[in-house]
């Protein structure tokens, strides 16, 4: 028996408004990249004056760019190259953080990665922030640690 017609009930004018938005006109959050890690900074991750470490941050956007060459090249990676890398504004503790990548390039044993990384803050009236933007190259090494080529999955 097919259900889903049952399901299917007719959409109000402003149903229909609210379901044609988009994630980013809803939270101001990337549409055309893949969130590939989600975290929160706590009181030990800032410095003196409560803003978050920059090394801390260099190392989240470091996992979160691995995500996309480790699908990819099926296996492990690891970081050769820091290519760019933009603290736009500065990053709070309690500060929601959501990491967006997209890849640049891939080459024969080496992905590069564009991450972006965002901040929500103050649930109360949600603001939604470019804190950080870098591009990592990775490359797909073998057991021994030596680079490995690049496997492209269909
Ligand atoms: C990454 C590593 C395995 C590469 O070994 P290598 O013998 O230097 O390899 P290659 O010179 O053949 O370069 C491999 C790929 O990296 C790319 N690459 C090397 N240096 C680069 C740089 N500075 N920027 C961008 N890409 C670079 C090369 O273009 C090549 O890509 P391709 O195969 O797609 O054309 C080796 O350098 C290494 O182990 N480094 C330490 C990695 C590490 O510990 N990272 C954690 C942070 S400390």
């Known amino acids: 028996m097919n259900l889903l017609p049952s399901l299917k009930t007719p959409m109000t004018d402003s149903a229909a408004a609210a379901a044609s938005l988009t994630p980013c006109m809803e939270t101001g ?8 890690m989600r975290v929160m900074p706590m ?11 920059g090394g801390w941050i260099m190392a989240q ?32 503790v ?8 997209r890849v640049e390039k891939i080459g024969n044993t080496s992905i590069t990665v564009h991450v972006e990384v965002w901040a929500q803050r ?25 680079p490995r080529p690049v496997r492209l999955t269909a």
């Open 122 to 146: 103050n649930p109360a009236d949600l603001q939604t922030v470019k804190v950080t933007e870098a591009n990592v190259t990775y490359v797909a090494i073998d057991e021994r640690g030596r």
């Open 61 to 92: 956007v470091d996992l979160a760019g691995c995500v996309l060459p480790g699908r990819i090249s099926r296996g492990r990676v690891t970081t050769v190259a820091v290519n760019q890398f933009i603290f736009k504004n500065a990053v709070s």
């Open 94 to 101: 309690g500060d929601l953080l959501s990491f967006y990548a």
């Open 29 to 36: 959050l990337p549409t055309d990249m893949e969130l590939v």
């Open 43 to 53: 009181p030990k991750d800032a410095n003196g004056n409560g803003d978050i470490f």
